[in-house]
T-cell receptor, first 116, second 113 residues
């Protein structure tokens, strides 16, 4: 079974440009999460999809960030326009269930975004 | 406020030596606790988790962690470290496995020969 895959693994863009990150969850996982780790700090929750619906997007930093999950399969996270402080590692995770003690989220390898 | 503190930014141990990584948390409800590891170029991998029951939890790769409610701690241990254990380790707390999990800042482990 394939794990959570993220594209690209690295991205270097200039301030003001647009970048789109993609996440392919494990097949059959309705729940998809985006997290971000900035400058070696803690990994922070961005948002949670259940299928194609945004269950919680309270962690999204501002309106320059747009996440979508059309069709309830893969998800994209677009940053437009990118700012220097957006640099960091963006993790995607997926889980079969959203709540409950038997829930485990599986993480992708992350996309390292550098804004220069 | 809910938070996870990993006091050690980095730790260096000799191969074969024992390891303990510290984790303290602040969480209003009964926590679910996790340890993840990230090796270079890899994603976050779940080492172990605590939901309830026995406070000593066994995980993969020979790791274990002990939940101490009185100390709000969930320290990770391994009796004998291997060079392949060099990685970054994250303690996390949450209501479930993925939804709004709160992570610590991570502890980077270096293993010397």
């Amino acid at each position: 079974e394939a794990g959570v895959t993220q594209f690209p693994s690295h991205s270097v863009i200039e301030k003001g440009q647009t970048v789109t990150l993609r996440c392919d969850p494990i097949s059959g996982h309705d729940n998809l999460y985006w997290y971000r780790r900035v400058m070696g700090k803690e990994i922070k929750f961005l948002l949670h999809f259940v299928k194609e619906s945004k269950q919680d997007e309270s962690g999204m930093p501002n309106n320059r960030f747009l996440a979508e999950r059309t069709g309830g399969t893969y998800s994209t996270l677009k940053v437009q326009p990118a700012e220097l402080e957006d640099s960091g590692v963006y993790f995607c995770a997926s889980s079969r269930f959203g709540v409950g003690s038997n829930t485990e989220a599986f993480f992708g390898q992350g996309t390292r975004l550098t804004v220069v | 406020a809910q938070s996870v503190t990993q006091p050690d930014i980095h730790i260096t141990v000799s191969e074969g030596a024992s390891l303990e990584l510290r984790c303290n948390y602040s969480y209003g409800a009964t926590p679910y606790l996790f340890w993840y590891v990230q090796s270079p170029g890899q994603g976050l991998q779940l080492l172990l988790k605590y939901f309830s029951g026995d406070t000593l939890v066994q995980g993969i790769k020979g790791f274990e962690a002990e939940f101490k409610r009185s100390q709000s701690s969930f320290n990770l241990r391994k009796p004998s470290v291997h060079w392949s254990d060099a990685a970054e380790y994250f303690c996390a707390v949450g209501p479930t496995g993925g939804f709004k999990t709160i992570f610590g800042a991570g502890t980077r482990l270096f293993v010397k020969a």
